[in-house]
């Protein structure tokens, strides 16, 4: 079965910094996506990438996907304490269709004032 | 359209109570999933339904859950007789049908409701 695993487990940041959270898989990655979560709520979706070596951005997150579609990371650009949160990296179990999603355990983010 | 809703947010309950959750996808979307996330975890899928039917269910829902989706519009996850291990957050997300080419769609999910079992 696919696994992701998720790195660092958590951050602590200062405003203002950059900061890159990965997600790694055990098998190729047929899409790949990124939402965020606020503790006791549900997901935000940020961003979702299938192709190898892809890249998408949204006001300062930007995600991508490496060639081999094996490992994809988030970048985050001059953060805000809006942005502290749980990241979750998921991926779809098989191809051919939108199917049920695999998650990593999820990124703490703080993000000091 | 005002997104996923999902109720009710929080439930409290017995063990050995019943208890249903219901969950409203976005309008036009035919695939609804169902996942439960415990504390310091990412969400684990449960089942799901394209339409109405139910394609899938994992081997976490035990024969005490059941989830219908009449009419494929709205959803309910019912648990019997429910268990201290069955407190967690339950998820559910909603998508339109991805093709058989492998395109995908976005995966958009409700608020979730967190069940505590006592």
């Known amino acids: 079965s696919q696994e992701l695993e998720q790195s660092p487990q958590s951050l602590i940041v200062q405003e203002g910094k950059n900061l890159t959270i990965n997600c790694t898989s055990s098998?190729?990655?047929?899409?790949l996506y990124w939402y965020k979560q606020k503790y006791g709520e549900g997901l935000i979706f940020l961003m979702m990438?299938?192709?190898?070596?892809e890249e998408k951005s949204h006001e300062k997150i930007t995600a991508k996907l490496d060639e081999k579609k094996q490992q994809s990371s988030l970048h985050i650009t001059a953060s805000q304490p809006s942005h502290a949160g749980i990241y979750l990296c998921g991926a779809p179990s098989s191809g051919g269709s939108n199917y049920k999603l695999t998650f990593g355990k999820g990124t703490l983010l703080t993000v000091n004032p | 359209d005002t997104g996923v809703s999902q109720n009710p947010r929080h439930k409290i309950t017995k063990r050995g109570q019943n208890v249903t959750f219901r969950c409203d996808p976005i309008s036009e979307h035919n695939r609804l999933y169902w996942y439960r996330q415990t504390l310091g975890q990412g969400p684990e899928f449960l089942t799901y339904?394209?339409?109405?039917?139910?394609?899938?269910k994992s081997r976490l829902l035990s024969d005490r859950f059941s989830a219908e989706r009449p009419k494929g519009s709205f959803s309910t996850l019912e648990i019997q007789r429910t268990e201290q291990g069955d407190s967690a957050m339950y998820l559910c997300?909603?998508?339109?049908?991805?093709?058989?080419?492998?395109?995908?769609?976005?995966?958009?999910f409700g608020p979730g409701t967190r069940l505590t079992v006592l």
């Open positions: 990438l299938q192709k190898g070596g």
């Open positions: 098998k190729t990655l047929y899409g």
């Open positions: 339904f394209q339409n109405e039917a139910q394609l899938e």
């Open positions: 997300a909603s998508s339109l049908l991805g093709t058989p080419s492998g395109v995908y769609n976005e995966q958009f």
